[in-house]
């Protein structure tokens, strides 16, 4: 709307990465083995040799992801887009786009205090996008999302992040800012971890409410044919013709654009989503913008669509979605 660009950031935070929008943004987080829970670092772990090494390895494998993330936030709105990722991918992820602010600080002793310092500045954060699952990574941002909630600030959690919920639900457990993004198996470790009981895969509905409840009303997003969403009172189900692809990253697109919208939708407030939760609105927005934006690229790029194509779509989706 013209305001100035303090007042349009947002953040993301990705792949062993942290994607932030600034005032318009996201961020996501991840985490270590199943049932191991965090270690406790011993001193200043990554500062050893090893621990530097895995943190790095780990983060270079998946630059796409935090990247998808955070270049989808700008192309919805974002006026800004930070990514907080390890010392060695950045130069990576740096050199797919000038757009994109990268710190390359979350393999840093003082990550926490490095993210810590720009979150007034940021409307959203995206914990997740690529960050794999290194326990010293996974520390780190455990203290970002610990953080991040008492500063109020609204978060989307996404892959690897939700491997670090599965294990630590409490990190996230009665937070009303927060929208989780599961895939199919994310969504069955997790619904795992927090509900202590197998998945009942008849009732997809059903399944989705009761996570949500069990995690104090945290907006849950399960992805997959259709997407069903409830903040543990309602349950909407977005079924937007997408296509058959599933080219990987796409589900980064929608964790990088949902940043954004849970920003708009928390400024816009419940008077103006029609009784719904603005988190519950904002997650059918980003759910119905990836599916269009998979369904143009397809009908344009046919089996070779890959998400570089529907990040292309991501105007004119929006466009034909939602006035503005
Ligand atoms: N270009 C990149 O750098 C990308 C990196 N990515 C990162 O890769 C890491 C691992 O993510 P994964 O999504 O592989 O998570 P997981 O390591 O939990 O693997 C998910 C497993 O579930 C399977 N699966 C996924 N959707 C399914 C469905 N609908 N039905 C049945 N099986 C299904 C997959 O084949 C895989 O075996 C994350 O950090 C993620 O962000 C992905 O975001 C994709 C793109
Ligand atoms: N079978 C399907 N049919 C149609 N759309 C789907 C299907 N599965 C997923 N989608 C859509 O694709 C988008 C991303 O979901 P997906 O399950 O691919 O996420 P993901 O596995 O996390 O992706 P990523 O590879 O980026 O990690 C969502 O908008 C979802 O609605
Ligand atoms: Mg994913």
Same mark, same amino acid.
């Given at each position: 709307?013209?305001?100035?660009?303090?007042?349009?950031?947002?953040?993301?935070?990705?792949?062993?990465?942290?994607?932030?929008?600034?005032?318009?943004?996201?961020?996501?987080?991840?985490?270590?083995?199943?049932?191991?829970?965090? @270690?406790? *670092?011993?001193?200043?772990? %990554?500062?050893? !040799?090893?621990?530097?090494?895995?943190?790095?390895?780990?983060? $270079? &494998?998946?630059?796409?992801?935090?990247?998808?993330?955070?270049?989808?936030?700008?192309?919805?709105?974002?006026?800004?887009?930070?990514?907080?990722?390890?010392?060695?991918?950045?130069?990576?992820?740096?050199?797919?786009?000038?757009?994109?602010?990268?710190?390359?600080?979350?393999?840093?002793?003082?990550?926490?205090?490095?993210?810590?310092?720009?979150?007034?500045?940021?409307?959203?954060?995206?914990?997740?996008?690529?960050?794999?699952?290194?326990?010293?990574?996974?520390?780190?941002?455990?203290?970002?999302?610990?953080?991040?909630?008492?500063?109020?600030?609204?978060?989307?959690?996404?892959?690897?992040?939700?491997?670090?919920?599965?294990?630590?639900?409490?990190?996230?457990?009665?937070?009303?800012?927060?929208?989780?993004?599961?895939?199919?198996?994310?969504? @069955?470790? *997790?619904?795992?971890?927090? %509900?202590?009981? !197998?998945?009942?895969?008849?009732?997809?509905?059903?399944?989705? $409410? &009761?996570?949500?409840?069990?995690?104090?009303?945290?907006?849950?997003?399960?992805?997959?044919?259709?997407?069903?969403?409830?903040?543990?009172?309602?349950?909407?189900?977005?079924?937007?013709?997408?296509?058959?692809?599933?080219?990987?990253?796409?589900?980064?697109?929608?964790?990088?654009?949902?940043?954004?919208?849970?920003?708009?939708?928390?400024?816009?407030?419940?008077?103006?989503?029609?009784?719904?939760?603005?988190?519950?609105?904002?997650?059918?927005?980003?759910?119905?913008?990836?599916?269009?934006?998979?369904?143009?690229?397809?009908?344009?790029?046919?089996?070779?669509?890959?998400?570089?194509?529907?990040?292309?779509?991501?105007?004119?989706?929006?466009?034909?979605?939602?006035?503005?």
């Amino acid at each position: 709307d013209g305001s100035k660009r303090e007042e349009c950031e947002s953040l993301v935070i990705a792949l062993g990465a942290l994607v932030a929008p600034v005032r318009d943004g996201c961020c996501s987080l991840g985490a270590g083995s199943r049932f191991s829970g965090l @270690r406790p *670092l011993e001193g200043s772990a %990554l500062q050893s !040799p090893r621990a530097r090494h895995l943190c790095r390895r780990q983060s $270079l &494998r998946y630059t796409g992801a935090p990247y998808f993330a955070a270049i989808s936030a700008l192309k919805v709105g974002a006026d800004l887009s930070h990514v907080f990722c390890t010392q060695e991918a950045a130069p990576v992820i740096k050199s797919y786009s000038p757009e994109l602010i990268v710190h390359p600080v979350l393999d840093s002793p003082d990550a926490v205090q490095d993210v810590e310092k720009w979150l007034p500045r940021l409307h959203a954060l995206v914990v997740g996008p690529g960050l794999g699952r290194d326990d010293g990574l996974l520390r780190n941002v455990k203290g970002i999302l610990e953080a991040s909630k008492a500063r109020d600030v609204p978060v989307v959690i996404d892959a690897d992040g939700l491997w670090l919920i599965a294990e630590q639900p409490a990190l996230i457990q009665g937070y009303q800012k927060a929208v989780l993004t599961p895939n199919h198996a994310e969504f @069955r470790r *997790l619904s795992e971890a927090v %509900l202590r009981d !197998p998945l009942d895969s008849s009732d997809p509905h059903g399944a989705v $409410l &009761r996570l949500s409840q069990a995690l104090g009303n945290v907006t849950v997003v399960r992805k997959g044919e259709r997407d069903v969403i409830s903040d543990g009172r309602q349950v909407l189900e977005c079924s937007q013709e997408g296509s058959s692809r599933r080219c990987g990253g796409q589900g980064d697109l929608l964790s990088g654009s949902l940043g954004v919208l849970v920003h708009w939708a928390l400024l816009a407030g419940p008077e103006k989503t029609d009784g719904f939760s603005p988190l519950l609105v904002a997650a059918f927005g980003a759910c119905s913008l990836t599916r269009q934006c998979s369904h143009q690229a397809f009908q344009k790029h046919g089996r070779s669509t890959t998400t570089t194509d529907m990040v292309a779509e991501v105007g004119p989706a929006f466009a034909r979605l939602f006035e503005s």
